[in-house]
């Protein structure tokens, strides 16, 4: 994956790292997030979150509701981990589909589509490309005028996204906001670039034999579901004192055992307790 600095910086120099972090071939990734994790040490990010979280992000996708709650994790990680990012989403570009999966807030649903207004942007150019995209205030109002323009009006400068992608099939892109003229840097990007690394590779199973728009479509249908899953979560929470990934658990262990989706484990949930209060 190639890395596209616009902001004019050159990324050799960050006195952090002396050479790129993912100098490691994709299947040695996952253990590499051991030396970025050393990195971001030194960094203003949290290596705690980024070294114990990267090890969720690496499960396997049994369909459509598990990727979803992937992709939401993602989102959370990278918000968390690397501490320039504002705000965060992915962005789905497939399949002649283009909209925002997850995101961390209601403000990064306008920045999205004031670029999908524009049609280009960081996310879709890293989405397109495969590049990762690191563009501060100035070089962005250059490239995207128009889109530049209405993210500052959000009162967001700098942008950092990485594509998503299966073997042979784009998906999409991770996308980060900053508030700050040049909020991230070389060592963010390589962060994000092992994030979307880590990830991809979950998805691969997924996607490997759907065409792109059967991909697009399946996850738009899941986003569409997502509120009985996330009030099925809440019911288990409430009952077993278990947080939200260890009641996505029971979720998916009940799917597994069933041959059942998600979805209908979560609206059979529901219903339980609905006639438990009757």
């Excluded at 501060?136 to 128009?146: R, T």
């Excluded at 950092?160 to 992608?165: N, P, V």
């Excluded at 019911?235 to 990934?245: K, L, N, Q, S, Y």
């Excluded at 597994?256 to 998600?262: A, D, F, L, S």
């Amino acid at each position: 994956m190639t890395s596209t600095t616009f902001s004019g910086d050159d990324p050799a120099s960050d006195p952090r790292t002396s050479e790129s972090l993912l100098a490691a071939t994709p299947d040695g990734a996952t253990d590499h997030a051991v030396e970025v994790a050393g990195a971001v040490a030194e960094s203003d990010a949290s290596p705690a979150a980024l070294a114990t979280m990267l090890i969720a992000l690496g499960g396997s996708i049994t369909d459509e509701d598990d990727l979803v709650v992937l992709l939401q994790r993602v989102v959370d990680v990278a918000h968390e981990a690397i501490d320039g990012a504002e705000c965060a989403s992915i962005t789905i570009a497939l399949g002649g589909r283009t909209y925002t999966a997850v995101h961390t807030d209601t403000r990064t649903l306008r920045v999205d589509q004031g670029q999908y207004d524009a049609d280009d942007g960081p996310c879709l150019h890293a989405a397109r490309t495969g590049e990762t995209v690191l563009v501060d205030v100035d070089a962005g109002v250059q490239l995207w005028p128009d889109f530049a323009r209405a993210a500052a009006e959000e009162n967001i400068h700098s942008f950092l996204a990485a594509a998503l992608a299966a073997p042979d099939q784009p998906l999409g892109a991770l996308n980060l906001y900053g508030r700050e003229p040049a909020a991230f840097d070389a060592l963010d990007a390589d962060i994000i670039e092992l994030l979307t690394t880590t990830v991809s590779r979950a998805i691969s199973d997924f996607a490997r034999f759907k065409s792109a728009l059967e991909v697009a479509d399946a996850l738009r249908a899941a986003l569409n579901n997502r509120a009985p899953i996330e009030q099925a979560k809440g019911i288990i929470m409430g009952r077993h004192g278990v947080d939200a990934e260890q009641a996505f658990g029971v979720l998916r262990a009940q799917s597994q055992n069933t041959n059942r989706r998600v979805r209908d484990i979560a609206a059979e949930i529901i219903a339980g307790t609905a006639q438990e209060s009757d």
